[in-house]
Nanobody, 118 residues
Framework: QVQLVESGGGLVQAGGSLRLSCAASRSIFSINVMGWYRQAPGKQRELVAV???????NYSDSVKGRFTISRDNFKNTVYLKMNSLKPEDTAVYYC????????????WGQGTQVTVSS
């Protein structure tokens, strides 16, 4: 099973930007769907962005227009560029492998903390 390591989180002021990275332990060429999730304190983990091998993307309403997911199959890495950050974006961010129905089929990494100050 592919191992995933997230990085790139940090403390940023509202309105700022961050780019998160999700490095996979093997090739992601054959992985159809990869997603970014986040979990804020006291809340359930939510799916915020999805990337398909065909180039398709999908976003939750809460991040649409501000976040961009992309993947570099040669570097086995999925990215999440986050612009116009808001305090409510504060959470631990995770990536994972999904099936075609957006069910999780991979294992969770340690995540990366994003904190947005007002």
């Amino acid at each position: 099973q592919v191992q995933l390591v997230e990085s790139g989180g940090g403390l940023v002021q509202a309105g700022g930007s961050l780019r998160l990275s999700c490095a996979a332990s093997r090739s992601i060429f054959s992985i159809n769907v990869m997603g970014w999730y986040r979990q804020a304190p006291g809340k359930q983990r939510e799916l915020v962005a999805v990337s398909t091998s065909g180039g398709g993307t999908n976003y939750s309403d809460s991040v649409k227009g501000r976040f961009t997911i992309s993947r570099d199959n040669f570097k086995n890495t999925v990215y999440l560029k986050m612009n116009s950050l808001k305090p409510e974006d504060t959470a631990v961010y995770y990536c994972n492998v999904l099936d075609s129905y957006y069910h999780i089929v991979g294992s969770w990494g340690q995540g990366t903390q994003v904190t947005v100050s007002s």
